[in-house]
């Protein structure tokens, strides 16, 4: 199972080894209560269908070991099957590291860059820029009890703020300041509390080059 703190990169991570299995793209939603796409997630059955078929593949395919990213029990509204999730919490777990910047620069595109282009693909210039505007303040409105009102209030402001710029100018270097506090001050603590209780299963640690060597090397040594 592949851990790390938000925006560490772990999609692109996955998306390099022949043996991982992409649950939030087979999901169509990225994980988190910002994790929405422009377009719906599939029914239940289409998604476990998706992920039926993805696994036998790998297996026809000669892996005897595969990767996936670590997930809650549901991705958006798609539950994971019951087996699978305890499988996961059982796996060792392999941690990706990134730098905060890196993070919000990665979040920035995924969450704010790509995500505003899909609106507009989907709905137009005009209607999908209003429409992702919702979809931002919708997600953060959705931690409000987790986030408390006064620090709620202070970052739906900069957002605010950055969604008017974008509107204004095109311009979205001013999300980076909503990104950055949310990281801080929610997504960080929660995930180093998250990590805390999943010490013992955490067999490695390191960036992208070596994390991805080493899930390698545990392929080649799975397959031999």
Known sequence: VLGGLTGVGKTEVLAELGNAVDLE?????????????????PTPIDFENSLAVDLLRKRAAGYR???VEDE?????????????HRTMGQSPLVWLEESRAGRVERILKDYVVDLSAEFIDVHGPEAGLEAFAARLRESLDKIVKRLGGERHRRLAAIMD?????????????LHRDWIEGLLGEYYDPMY????EKKTERIVFSGDREAVQEYLQERRRAACA
Not at 25 to 41: N, V, W
Not at 73 to 83: E, K, M, V
Request: charged share 15%; with cysteine.
């Open 25 to 41: 793209g087979h999901a169509h939603h990225r994980g988190s209560s910002f994790g929405k796409h422009a377009t719906p997630q």
């Open 65 to 67: 070991q595969l990767v």
């Open 72 to 84: 809650g029990h549901t991705i958006g509204r798609c539950a994971l099957p019951l087996s699978l």
């Open 161 to 173: 703020a950055a969604l008017a710029e974008q509107r204004r100018s095109g311009s979205v270097d």
């Open 192 to 195: 180093a509390y998250q990590k």
